[in-house]
Nanobody
């Protein structure tokens, strides 16, 4: 079992920044993956980024590649999502998810454990 807790969401003006945190506990493994997903009201869940639990390789969605960055703090068992140059279309509930495999997946169904989500709202 892996438990995930996100934090850091909030309301920000367009062009601003936020940093989301995902703290993991339980049976994690450095080869496994953590993904960030988002879901806006009335829309399907969308892949944002995937990172190795060890903090190595990353895969980004094209829509965020130049603006978002993910990183890992081993000492704090935390994965971060730094979001810069935020746009109103980034408004969504953001979730971190854990995948017990050594490869990333764009499909949320391939992740076994999910956090409760944190809301990000970007205003004009």
């Amino acid at each position: 079992q892996v438990q995930l807790v996100e934090s850091g969401g909030g309301l920000v003006q367009a062009g601003g920044s936020l940093r989301l945190s995902c703290v993991a506990s339980g049976r994690t493994n450095s080869w496994h993956k953590v993904g960030w997903f988002r879901q806006a009201p009335g829309k399907e869940r969308e892949f944002v980024v995937c990172i190795s639990w060890s903090g190595g390789s990353t895969v980004y969605a094209d829509s965020v590649k130049e603006r978002f960055a993910t990183s890992r703090d081993n000492a704090k068992n935390t994965v971060y999502l730094q979001m810069n140059s935020l746009k109103p279309e980034d408004t969504a509930a953001y979730y971190c998810a854990y995948r017990s495999y050594s490869s990333c997946s764009f499909n949320g169904y391939d992740y076994e454990y999910w956090g409760q989500g944190t809301q990000v709202t970007v205003s004009l």
